[in-house]
């Protein structure tokens, strides 16, 4: 059983910050990727930032550089450190991993229950 854990929503105010976590816990023998996902009321969920286990790192053009996005391998833990936050950046944000859980060798795709961020103007 491999469960996501984020924390760190909240409301802030317009070029404020917020920092995200998200934690992998359970049987997991190794994890490939973390993302960061976030869904606007009435919108699609769309890909924030990405890194691999090698730290390699992507970006959705609305966040380049404003949000960062980091890791810590031994604590299976994602970080998501947003700068500059826009009222746009309202949303619900989801943590998601791609990893290989103990005694599988397939690549399997886990969802955290997601966090509200709100940004006022």
């Known amino acids: 059983q491999v469960q996501l854990v984020e924390s760190g929503g909240g409301l802030v105010q317009a070029g404020g910050s917020l920092r995200l976590s998200c934690a992998a816990s359970?049987?997991?023998?190794?994890?490939?990727?973390m993302c960061w996902y976030r869904q606007a009321p009435g919108k699609q969920r769309e890909l924030v930032a990405a890194i691999t286990s090698g730290g390699t790192t992507n970006y959705a053009d609305s966040v380049k550089g404003r949000f960062t996005i980091s890791r810590d391998n031994a604590k299976n833990t994602v970080y998501l450190q947003m700068n500059s936050l826009k009222p746009e950046d309202t949303a619900v944000y989801y943590c998601?991993?791609?990893?290989?859980?103990?005694?599988?060798?397939?690549?399997?795709?886990?969802w955290g229950q997601g966090t509200q961020v709100t940004v006022s103007s």
């Open positions: 359970g049987s997991i023998f190794s994890i490939k990727a």
């Open positions: 998601n991993a791609l990893l290989y859980p103990s005694g599988f060798s397939t690549l399997r795709e886990y």
